[in-house]
Nanobody, 125 residues
């Protein structure tokens, strides 16, 4: 497993942008898939975005396609989630996750074995 620490959350207005970062330490970061999930109040955790170990493949939930991008810097052991055109429905606690990259199951939380503590994103209307 790896240890993950998210940063970059905050309170913004609708239409604004935020960039979340997730710093990893521990085992070799570069072989892990990385994902972002979120949990809104009263709702279940949902997939947001993921990136393969090489950064060559990315995956997004339909609700964020075209607005969010995910990237990674393996030299810095960090993955980023750039969130543009934020909407009130994006309000949630955002969690970074890591897991061995098998080339599939990027959307499913059970295939990630390390999780961060979460960072709050609040979008006001």
């Amino acid at each position: 497993q790896v240890q993950l620490v998210e940063s970059g959350g905050g309170l913004v207005q609708a239409g604004d942008s935020l960039r979340l970062a997730c710093a990893a330490s521990g085992r070799t970061f570069s072989v892990y898939r990385m994902g972002w999930f979120r949990r809104a109040p009263g709702k279940e955790r949902e997939f947001v975005a993921a990136i393969s170990w090489s950064g060559g493949s990315t995956y997004f939930a339909d609700s964020v396609k075209g607005r969010f991008t995910i990237s990674r810097d393996n030299a810095k052991n960090t993955v980023y989630l750039q969130m543009n055109s934020l909407k009130p429905e994006d309000t949630a606690v955002y969690y970074c996750a890591a897991g061995p990259d098998s080339g599939s199951h990027y959307y499913t939380g059970i295939f990630y074995d390390s999780w961060g503590q979460g960072t709050q994103v609040t979008v006001s209307s």
